[in-house]
């Protein structure tokens, strides 16, 4: 029997001084860095927050408080390992991915392979289970005003018992 379960994730961070941001794990060269406790990679704790929520198994930060110091400048490829650990032990795999960046900059429509390629060995999933698209907000709220960047990440998953 197969239970199929569908996981939300989303995460936001804003900007602050530096040369470049990490997005899903690939760097971008950038006049600014996403700020946070952690690499700030807004793409991966979405996606790592989808397959929590799938699997019913609390959030980032029940896993990875960000208060702990020990998480402080961590990868964010640590915490998507974690969620990718956990859902194997409940013998789950992913069926498919869909991603979305919103924000007005940087553009990082000449990134998409790159990080379809990078969350696809991640993953451990072939690149043609995961869609990764960007919008922006139309200059409307914080993305739009240009002080951050917002990612909403939906997973599908199937789990064997």
């Known amino acids: 029997m197969i239970n199929v379960r569908l996981g939300n994730g989303f995460d936001v961070h804003a900007f602050t001084e530096g040369n470049e941001l990490i997005l899903c794990g690939v760097k ?4 600014k860095k996403l700020s946070g406790h952690s690499d700030a990679d807004v793409g991966l704790h979405a996606i790592t927050d989808a397959i929590f929520g799938a699997l019913a198994a609390g959030v980032i930060g029940t896993h990875f408080p960000p208060n702990d110091s020990k998480w402080e400048n ?3 490829s640590i915490f998507l390992k974690k969620s990718l650990k956990i859902l194997k032990e409940k013998n789950g795999e992913i069926n498919n991915l869909d991603i979305t960046v919103i924000c007005e900059e940087p553009k990082i ?3 998409t392979k790159e990080i379809q390629k990078n ?3 991640l993953l451990n999933i072939k690149e ?3 869609s990764l698209k960007a919008t922006t907000t139309e200059g409307l709220g914080f993305t739009g005003r240009k002080e ?3 990612v909403m990440s ?3 998953v199937n789990i064997k018992s």
């Not at 971008?28 to 006049?31: A, L, R, Y």
């Open 28 to 31: 971008i060269p950038f006049s």
């Open 74 to 76: 961590a990868k964010s």
């Open 109 to 111: 429509s000449k990134y």
């Open 119 to 121: 969350i696809s060995k």
């Open 128 to 130: 043609e289970k995961i």
């Open 148 to 150: 951050g960047i917002a």
């Open 154 to 156: 939906n997973i599908l």
